[in-house]
């Protein structure tokens, strides 16, 4: 696996951050933990770096609380459309039996209708031909 090497600089001191990802990768989780150190920092009114960093670790942590609580969210909800979708197949296979059932009754009823059309028409001619005699 090839590593990158990335100079940055995180609140006002520069790093070297390897890894096994690309610079703009590196360079974006940068940015992210820089925005939460000045943005802790700027609350806590401190230039005491340990507690920065400790209040935005616990942003972070909280944050990542957070996104695993939606992530658990979407899961269950994923769960219930499974469910659902899977209920609509079932319902979606019964109604194409019924479909397949009711068009095999169609035709066998056609099938008689033309039966009986048949057996008319034929005892019609023969009526006809006794009136005519």
Request: no cysteine.
């Amino acid at each position: 696996m090839e590593y990158t090497r990335v100079t940055v600089n995180i609140m006002g001191n520069e790093y070297v951050i390897k890894g096994p990802y690309t610079e703009d990768y590196i360079r974006a989780i940068v940015e992210y933990v820089d925005e939460r150190l000045k943005e802790a920092s700027s609350k806590l009114n401190t230039y005491n770096q340990v507690m920065i960093a400790i209040m935005a670790a616990l942003n972070i942590g909280e944050e990542m609380f957070k996104l695993g609580d939606y992530l658990n969210q979407l899961e269950e909800e994923k769960e219930l459309l499974k469910k659902a979708l899977e209920e609509k197949d079932r319902e979606i296979a019964e109604l194409k039996e019924r479909l397949e059932r009711n068009a095999i009754l169609l035709d066998e009823t056609k099938r008689e209708l033309n039966e009986l059309m048949r057996l008319f028409d034929g005892r019609r001619e023969n009526n006809y031909r006794i009136k005519n005699r």
